[in-house]
Each structure stands twice: as C-alpha cells, then as structure tokens.
C-alpha cells in the first residue's frame, strides 16, 4: 500500500498539470512527507519486532565503526547504530513539531479572530503581547523557552508552540479585520447575531485560507529550531534520538575523519525540510494562482 500511495505520487510528478511548477513543488513536498511519515510509524514496530536493533543499544557494537554490511550508516562514540537512530528520529521529529504547530494553531487562531473582531482594548493589549514576542528572534526565543521548561519532549514543544503562537495571531487577525467590514458581517450584526455566532459562521472558513500555507512552512522552520535546540543541549534527553543531538555529539569527531556520525542525522534533517519547504511554496503558489483565476 505504502508502494502504490508512493508510486501514484510519482506518477502525479510526471505529468504536467495545469498547476505547473506549483503543482510539482506540491507534489515533491507531499512525496518527501509521506516518505518520512511512513518511516515514523513503521520504525518503532520494526524496533519492537526485533527487525531493527534499539537506538540507544549500542555497548555490543565497535564505537565509530564505517558504515558497512552491518552497520549501514556506522556507529556513533557509544557503538550505537546511526542509521536505526537516524529512523527513529524522524518520528520524534514529525511528533514534537506537530504537537508544537497544533497547539499554536488552537491558540493563535482563536486570539486572532478575537482581537480583530472586538477591536479596543482587547485588540490592543493583545498585539502588543504577540508584537513583543514576534519581534524575538525565533531560535533565541526557543532557547530561552527551552532552558526555563528543561529537557523533554513535552517541554521542546511548549517551547515551540509559544514561538509561532505569534504568527498565527498576527495572520488572522488582520484578515478578521478585513472580513469583519464585509456587508454580510454587518447585516448579521444587524440582525441581532452574537458575536461568537458570527465568528464561527461567518468568519473562521473566510480566515482560515491561508492557515495550511503558514503551517507548513512553520513546520519547516520548526524542524531546523528543534534540531538547533538540540545541537546546543536544550532539546531532549541523549536516550531520545534526536537528529539534533546527535550532531552535537558528533561534533568532535567529525574533525577526526569520522564523516558518518553527523552526515546521515544532518542529510535527514536537510531533505525533510526541503520537502515540506516544497509542500508549501506550492500551496502557497496555487491558492496565489486560484484566487487570481477566480477575480479574472
């Protein structure tokens, strides 16, 4: 099944549709984060099976052993095995990251349409919160965030989560502000509708357009802010694999001639922000090129 979704994607690239270089770019990024959603689920199962030997079990194994029949990505400074820590990252990846932008999304969104709804006061206090954290530089954000909660997976994403509440925020309210002049808004108001009746009917479908585009370019972005999380010591604990870790501690020993230790966890990293990069410059291009067709 796994080989037939792949194929038809495959399939869907080859051909040249009326999406053109967007549809492709779509095409690539949902091939890529199919690809590592499958290697998500299926190595945990694989590990518990015994078809793939535990991350973290690695005393048996020669340290920075090369890459060979055995050991097809090698093995880090505990005898780990890299490529069965490389899998199981993506897992842990995909996981924090969608924890962090779900939660963000159920934040931002809401807050958003509040305060472009109500205006006032509301409206002012809460652009002043997210305009100060906005302005924060998002790795620096984290790092503070992630050094205040500690290590942990919960931890990385409420430190994540807090980083792109901002954006979401920012994004629907001042579409919210937009919709709320429309006449249709107006004749609801007039007609005696309450405001979380006309939020919910009326402009949540109308503000949330341009929400999937945000969140998977965020997932992208937040890909690389947990991997440096990581890479600086703040992520998750060391018995987690983590692609991030895991470059920090070959950090030193990639300077010796041993290349496979970051080269694999960072390969893995590269491509799976490349993907979801790709996923939404093409979506971000077709909703661009749909509204331009329908004004015509």
């Given at each position: 099944m796994a080989f037939a979704s792949f194929s038809l994607v495959l399939?869907?690239?080859?051909v040249s549709p009326a999406g053109g270089l967007s549809a492709r770019l779509a095409g690539w990024g949902v091939a890529i984060v199919v690809v590592y959603s499958l290697v998500a689920l299926l190595t945990p199962a694989l590990i518990q099976l015994g078809l793939l030997a535990d991350p973290n079990a690695g005393l048996a194994?020669?340290?920075?052993?090369?890459?060979?029949?055995?050991?097809?990505?090698?093995?880090d400074r505990l005898g780990r095995d890299v490529c069965v820590r490389t899998l199981a990252g993506s897992g842990v990846a995909l996981q924090v990251v969608l924890i962090a932008l779900l939660l963000a999304l159920l934040i931002g969104v809401p807050l958003g349409m509040v305060s472009g709804y109500l205006?006032?006061?509301?409206?002012?206090?809460?652009?002043?919160?997210?305009d100060t954290l906005y302005t924060l530089p998002v790795l620096l954000l984290s790092v503070v965030l992630a050094f205040l909660l500690g290590r942990g997976l919960p931890n990385a994403a409420a430190a994540l989560c807090v980083v792109y509440v901002p954006q979401y925020f920012r994004v629907v309210r001042n579409q919210t502000a937009q919709v709320k002049a429309e006449l249709f808004v107006e004749a609801a108001q007039s007609l005696g509708a309450g405001p979380v009746w006309i939020l919910r009917r009326y402009l949540l479908r109308n503000v949330i357009t341009s929400v999937p585009v945000l969140l998977t370019l965020n997932a992208a972005d937040a890909v690389l802010v947990l991997g440096g999380l990581g890479f600086l010591g703040l992520g998750l604990p060391e018995t987690i694999?983590?692609?991030?870790?895991?470059?920090?501690?070959?950090?030193?020993?990639?300077?010796?001639?041993i290349w496979w230790t970051a080269l694999f966890p960072g390969l893995a990293m590269f491509v799976l922000v490349l993907g979801l990069s790709f996923l939404g410059e093409g979506l971000e291009q077709w909703l661009s090129g749909s509204s331009g067709g329908s004004a015509n």
């Open positions: 399939s869907f690239l080859r194994n020669p340290i920075y052993a090369p890459p060979s029949l055995a050991h097809w990505c090698g093995t205006g006032g006061w509301v409206d002012r206090l809460l652009v002043l919160l997210m694999p983590e692609w991030g870790g895991d470059l920090q501690q070959a950090l030193t020993a990639v300077p010796t001639g």
